[in-house]
């Protein structure tokens, strides 16, 4: 099937790109619940994958309401008001969703799953009151699978948009497009979206164009319609295919060893992989002590980060360190 989306002069003049973490959350969420072995996400997913069972996320709200396939509530997704808001900022956007709308986009999702799970009856039968709790499991999940993996998602990310605006200042809209996705093509006034099982008319889908990178969206792009919001086109970020490959840290390391001595480098290099005090301590032969006191170096230079995991608590490099350690000599 095919839809278009009409473009007026003013709906281009309102085209613009955003970074959106509520757009890499459902997406991943989806691989996650699929237990397929993706081939560019498997490694991410090995590590993510048993860290849900602690807390419970793969039988809580989110489980019911992000389900393997199909129609996940648009809700979940406001209209990013900015080139790049924080998931605080998304969440509180979903926190103060109407509940007619929670209620309408439930509808929806019962009729096309069969039924609404037992916390998504909870949730429709008191919006306002269960927001709170959904947006809480978020957090819980974005610190367990996400917030670790951010800096080198969001320089995926970073980098799509770049490309993307410079296609566009130096070919037109029309080329931008018709790169975008195979797809999607661009005609004339129309934007032409194949697989697209809904109708997309201008008249009821809102004023301009999102146009969201996603690094867990795909094979195909996905498109939100929630008028009088702009609709969003979330598609596979350019990139995405190197987002896990692994770093080797060859020569360089003696080199930035004499910046930061030895057992902050090797450390940064370990942290390729996020990991808790212990994890690094068994890997580097580091005492414990002595990780730990590194890492907390390494957290008030912010080259490192530190993010909940149940009892435990998991290490990552900063977008700080990502530069840093590029910057080493080949």
Known sequence: MRAELAFSVRDLAQMRFAVSPMWEVGPSLRLLWSGAAHPVHRWWAEQVGPRLTGPGLDRGWLADLVPPS????????????????????????????????????????GREQGGLGPRAQTLYAEPQARLARVTEEIETYWELALAPYWARIRAVLDADVFHRARQAAEHGAGHLFNDLHPSVSWDEDALRLDRRSRPVPREVAGAGLLLIPSVFTGPVPFTLL?????????????????????????????????????????????????????????????????????????????????????????????????????????
């Open 70 to 109: 199909g129609y996940v509530p648009d809700f979940l997704n406001p209209a990013p008001a900015g080139p790049a808001p924080t998931l605080a900022e998304e969440l509180a956007r979903v926190r103060a969703t109407p509940p007619d709308r929670v209620r309408r986009d439930l509808d929806r999702l």
């Open 226 to 330: 929630a008028p009088p919001e702009p609709p969003q086109l979330a598609y596979p970020a350019r990139g995405t295919g190197a987002l896990w490959e692994r770093d080797h840290p060859g020569t360089g390391t003696a080199a930035l060893a004499a910046v930061l001595g030895r057992s902050r480098a090797l450390l940064l290099t370990e942290l390729e992989t996020p990991a808790s005090t212990t994890e690094l301590a068994r890997r580097t032969g580091l005492s414990r002590a002595g990780v730990s006191q590194n890492l907390t170096a390494l957290r008030d230079a912010g080259l490192a980060s530190a993010h909940r995991a149940g009892r435990s608590v998991l290490y990552a490099r900063t977008s700080a360190a990502e530069a840093v350690l590029r910057a080493r000599p080949a």
